[in-house]
């Protein structure tokens, strides 16, 4: 028997976790810990452990995109989405 809902839910995992494999990471992402993915005007992305309150984003040149939690190696909830 198929079950759309669960098909639906790991495809959505699989388009989360290829999609955040393009943003830089240049730290080791510790299981159960908080991330911010930004954007660069360059339209690259990074991700990275401060918050969006701490930045200046006109200055950096960046846009907050998303609160994320790492919940296994190279895995991710997405848990707040930018405005």
């Known amino acids: 028997m198929v079950n759309i809902k669960e098909d639906l839910e790991v495809l959505d995992e699989i388009m989360i976790t290829t999609f955040l494999k393009t943003a830089e990471l240049r730290i080791e992402p510790l299981i159960g810990n908080l991330y911010y993915l930004y954007k660069r005007a360059d ?8 918050e969006p309150i701490y930045w200046d984003f006109k200055r950096a ?4 995109l998303s609160t994320l ?4 190696p190279s895995q991710w909830d997405i848990v707040a989405i930018g405005a």
């Not at 339209?43 to 401060?50: E, K, Q, R």
């Not at 040149?61 to 907050?64: D, Q, R, S, W």
């Open 61 to 64: 040149g960046i846009k907050y």
């Open 69 to 72: 939690k790492s919940v296994a």
């Open 43 to 50: 339209g690259s992305m990074f991700i990275s452990l401060v």
